[in-house]
């Protein structure tokens, strides 16, 4: 018997998404690339004596910052985040499926929740106009937004984490970072 055509959909756009946070992950690992560059450049320039890379830092900074939050969701869906499962391994299989979903909820609600206060921080500094003053000048609410729009990619990502464990077998998650 073939699957409804809804949840045949729903599949594909599973699918999809796990390509979107796939592309993420690899903007994340060139952006890493960069800070790498920079850092190296940096010190080779001043070990060469011809001065430094004044900016190298902040740069260093912005894109271990956004690496952090292009990354997040992929980590999540690979389950390669680190993830302290002794008491769940420990328990009964059906509850500890139970506490999964728990989890999933209150990481949903905390995503979205911290989505909107980023949003609102975002949309604040853009209305008074407030800039980043370092070696670049620019405003604040770039360094803001991203937060908020991964935030909302980590809260619809805790969603499809919720399905997956609703849909699985009633048990605790094999996840790839376990200390148990």
């Known amino acids: 018997m073939s699957e409804p055509p809804a949840l045949i959909w729903i599949d594909r756009l599973d699918a999809a998404w ?3 946070l796939t592309a993420l992950a690899f903007v994340a690992c060139g952006l890493v690339a960069l800070m790498v560059a920079v850092i190296c450049a940096d010190v080779l320039v001043r070990n ?12 260093a900074e912005y894109t271990l910052y956004l690496s952090t939050f292009l ?7 690979q389950g390669a985040h680190v993830r302290m499962d002794i008491l769940l391994k420990a328990m009964p299989p059906k509850m ?13 609600l905390t995503c979205a929740a911290l989505m909107l206060a980023s949003a609102n921080a975002a949309l604040a500094s853009a209305k008074q106009g407030s800039l980043i003053f370092k070696i ?30 609703w849909k699985g077998p009633p048990a605790v998650r094999e996840e790839a970072t376990s200390v148990a």
């Not at 001065?51 to 740069?59: H, R, S």
């Open 18 to 20: 796990a390509r979107l």
């Open 48 to 59: 060469l004596r011809l001065g430094n890379l004044p900016w190298a830092t902040e740069v």
């Open 71 to 77: 990354a997040a969701p992929w980590l999540l869906r």
């Open 96 to 108: 500890a499926w139970t506490l999964e979903l728990v989890a999933d909820t209150i990481a949903i």
């Open 136 to 165: 670049f000048v620019f405003p604040e609410w770039w360094l803001i937004a991203p937060a908020s729009v991964m935030f909302g990619v980590l809260t619809l990502e805790f969603v499809w984490r919720l399905r997956r464990q």
